[in-house]
């Protein structure tokens, strides 16, 4: 049995020992290294690499019509190339472009799937690199391009240069 010191020891008046604050610190420390073990544990997230290319879009396909539809707030057709011919680092591409609404001001690059570099169409007479074209009117036409054979992605652009369309070619 405890025996209790008289009514007027000092003993009366120091605190208590409580394990409260000992057990609470020593949690706080295993929840800290549970909590690093968890960190270290979860794979570190990296960023995508930015490229310098366009971004690849979805093909939308307008089967209907064998081509490929393009649209923006105020243009709207399709288009398709109709052949492909390399020979050795030149490509030459036959265009087909149908115009549905509005009047649609284009031009075109490419870049290579194998190192992303852009590429512009080589200026050829009677070429397709950049005109216009109004509504129902369907025009045809040719793109060269001098770049070593690889598969491309196709690129129309609008008037103030936004991709309007992509198209695949095979390498």
């Known amino acids: 049995m405890e025996t209790q010191p008289p009514p007027d020891s000092i003993d009366n008046y120091k605190p208590k020992k409580h394990l409260g604050w000992v057990i609470a610190g020593a949690a706080i420390v295993v929840v800290a290294i549970i909590v690093g073990f968890i960190i270290n544990a979860i794979p570190e997230q990296t960023q ?3 490229s310098t290319g366009p971004r690849p879009t979805a093909y939308s396909t307008d089967m209907r ?4 539809a393009f649209a923006d707030a105020t243009t709207s057709g399709y288009w398709k190339i109709t052949n ?11 265009i ?4 549905d609404s509005g009047t649609l001001y284009y031009d075109f690059y490419a870049y290579a ?17 950049h005109g216009f074209a109004g509504p129902g009117d369907t025009i045809a036409g040719t793109l060269t391009f001098s770049v070593a054979r690889q598969p491309l992605t196709l690129i129309m652009l609008s008037r103030n240069q936004t991709q309007l369309s992509a198209l695949p070619v095979d390498g």
């Open 113 to 129: 799937s194998n190192d992303l570099t852009t590429v512009d169409p080589t200026e050829t007479p009677g070429d397709l690199r």
């Open 96 to 99: 087909e472009i149908t115009v």
């Open 48 to 50: 995508p690499e930015q």
């Open 84 to 94: 492909t011919a390399w020979d050795g680092d030149t490509v030459r591409l036959n």
């Open 65 to 68: 019509k064998g081509g490929v």
